[in-house]
């Protein structure tokens, strides 16, 4: 039995993954920002086999708040083995091209304040000697792209930290764990046909499941995004900027 | 977002919007014209289908809210599949007490289209199974329907198409099983009155019964087939679950099934069994889900798609109206790989517009051919309407709105629980 803390649990790709946790039977203790919706996700774990399910509300830009919720989720488990940040926004660019508000406020939530989160975390881990943090950063963070560089720039800058944490907890016994994913089919959109890139948020869950329990640092999912993002990285800088992507 | 969608059948396309569902406890999302809850989209023909409307995708819905071990009382969001129940309730000694042949379809799907299984002789439709669920109208009004507690707009939405509103959650009777295997039994029978005579001499002692025929056969061997009847086995090992699932990787521009294959395969599997009678151990899945294991099975008709064609015919002349059907299929050379026939049971359904009732059902796939299959499709209407049948909503893709209302006599009594923003290109073709 893992003690599993989720942060951005009703998002669809941590609501799969927290399926694979609970028919494992781990214990599991659901952040989020709507209270109805994590009751809803809590009692569908419970009867799929999780062994306890709590849950607490959270608007991650309250900063100040983040230090009792992760008190409340270790105290309530009797401490934490996994931690799953996955929430976020997918930012839209025009809107950040018009508005410095809303770029810092994209910034706060898809950065800082995961950010924020791991810093007492990181220590808290440190300090047990064991665990993994795993955080859904983006494909998008691997290079800018005028469709979306404000999201794009906020997962770089939780990429680049979480590779330096990873140095860091090295030693520490404790592994980090960076995601990529790349387009998720959402409900919406699921039973429609659409391009062969397109990837299931279960199937995501398996790879997030997989990558935690063999102690990856990096996982592309599917794997095929390594490939593309590894062509992505290496077109040079005068003919990027001529392609519209 | 216009989406070109889909049924299982590939005919007919529709454009519509999407919208999802995700939460049980947020409002109906507001849209433009008329709306239609969908599922998973296992209904072969128009009926979960809204051209030029809005679907609304209740696939993310897709939460369990509560499960009893000890009476299998089990509570969960409309869009929950009948595959994620099975997942968890068979290994805690529970099963679904009526399932259609796919798992693939969504609880909300199961209810709106009350179907049935291979027991509904000895267990009725789902719907019978149903203790309630939670109605929600685009009026915003939410009801508790039971039985016993509006028990109007339960008999109006068990079966309903998902005209009435939309289904979030449920609350469902499992029933108690030993373990994951069933005790199969096949009889190879060559005409249809051993068919007849097998279901009625089956009906005490099986739950499960059901034939595939050979809808090729003509002359002496017309009606031919196999009848499988079987029970849930008692606790104890059995052959594993099958693991491999195979796909359908592209869409073939022509149908793969045609006279030739068709013959050929339908003799080869009346004659894949040696002996007249032959016994196995079966993993569920296989027995109850065939075709499950072949992911994206209805590609293999080609881009045109196919036409899924059940009707139920009443039991007093069921040999002879079965001869009449399986005659102009046979002379027509078109069809399934086998087609499956039961004799239902005398329970009644509890929705309106519910499919089952007494007698025998048939179904099968037609290729689309365009305008021959069509007319086939009539003149099987003929002989079905002649004998007071009815053929099934949930698989129709063309039936004529005189005919439907001929089956359906009741039809007009679910006026006044439609929701009046709710539509489908199934109820426009059958009612205006």
Redesign the interface.
Known sequence: MRRILIIGATSAIAEATARQFA?RGDALFLVGR?A??LK??A??LG???AVRTATASLEVTDFAAHAAVLEQADRDLGGLDTVLIAHGTLSNQRECEESVETLRREFDINALSVMALLTPLANRFAAQGHGTIAVISSVAGDRGRMSNYAYGAAKAAVSAFLSGLRQRLQKSGVNVLTIKPGFVD????????KGALWAKPEDVAKGIVNAIDKGRSVAYLPWFWSLIMLVIKHVPEFLFKRVKL | MTVKGQSWGRYPRADQRLIALTDRHAPLPSFEGSALPHGNGRSYGDSCLNHDGTLLHTRGLDRLIAFDPATGVLRCEAGVLLADILDFAVAQGWFLPVTPGTKFVTVGGAIANDVHGKNHHVAGCFSEWVNGFELLRSDGSRRWCSPSENADWFAATAGGLGLTGVITWAELRLRRVRGAWMNVETHRFSRLREFLQLSAASESDYEYTVAWIDCAARGDRLGRGHFIRANHAPAGDGPARPRRRLAVPVTPPVSLINSLSLRAFNTLYYHRQRGRVAHALTHYEPYFYPLDSIGDWNRIYGRRGFLQYQCVVPPEDAEHTLTDLIEQIADSGTGSFLAVLKMFGQRRSAGILSFPRPGATLALDFPNDGHATFELLERLDDVVAAAGGAVYPAKDARMRADRFRAYFPAWETLRPYLDPRFSSGFWRRVTE
Do not use: E, L, Q
Not at chain 1, 186 to 193: G, L
């Open positions: 028919a709507d109805s919706r809803a996700i009692d569908d009867v799929r086999g959402t409900p919406m959109t699921r039973d429609f046909p």
